[in-house]
T-cell receptor
């Protein structure tokens, strides 16, 4: 069973701090990775996608991918209370058209 | 551009009944995926359709089925409902499938009594 694993949390960080969310995946053939944010009672919305090893930055968000170690991370700088949500990591294998999601990490940003 | 729409938004059924959920993808998107989300299991992949063909299927019983129409709209059907089918059912669309961003609809919340 191909899996994506995340710590369920909650991860609590103070406002203004850096939140670090991690995800590991078991299918070494996975090539595409996505971070989604899901507020309670809402559907997931895309934050970032990453396909190559290294860092990808978008505003306060940085995604990091290390295919050798099979992990993906998401850093949120200057965390705000509005960032409090569940963050879902997803991996897609080559040609499978099947997105495997982790169970999500709940982030709480404390004002 | 309008987002992914799902109907109905809420549904209450009893055990043994069947249900059909509908999803309209973003205009121009030809791939539609369906997911079941429950507190304990997270987002579980049900199936993915592209150009009216099912390209991949998750590990769900045959009671769960789907189809896609020529206009890319998709439906999923659950027959002989069980209490454990209570969940949020999400559909997501993308242009053509893998390696692409999926955009989620608001979901249909199904409660089976």
């Amino acid at each position: 069973q191909k899996e994506v694993e995340q710590n369920s949390g909650p991860l609590s960080v103070p406002e203004g701090a850096i939140a670090s969310l991690n995800c590991t995946y078991s299918d070494r053939g996975s090539q595409s990775f996505f971070w989604y944010r899901q507020y309670s009672g809402k559907s997931p919305e895309l934050i970032m996608s990453i396909y190559s090893n290294g860092d990808k930055e978008d505003g306060r968000f940085t995604a990091q991918l290390n295919k050798a170690s099979q992990y993906v991370s998401l850093l949120i700088r200057d965390s705000q209370p509005s960032d409090s949500a569940t963050y879902l990591c997803a991996a897609v294998g080559p040609g499978t058209y099947k997105y495997i999601f982790g169970t999500g990490t709940r982030l709480k940003v404390l004002a | 551009k309008a987002g992914v729409t799902q109907t109905p938004r809420y549904l209450i059924k009893t055990r043994g009944q069947q249900v059909t959920l509908s999803c309209s993808p973003i205009s121009g998107h030809r791939s539609v995926s369906w997911y079941q989300q429950t507190p304990g299991q997270g987002l579980q992949f049900l199936f993915e359709y592209f150009s009216e063909t099912q390209r991949n299927k998750g590990n769900f019983p045959g009671r769960f089925s789907g189809r896609q129409f020529s206009n890319s709209r998709s439906e999923m059907n659950v027959s002989t409902l069980e209490l454990g089918d209570s969940a949020l059912y999400l559909c997501a669309s993308s242009l053509a499938g893998w390696q692409e961003t999926q955009y989620f609809g608001p979901g249909t919340r199904l409660l089976v009594l």
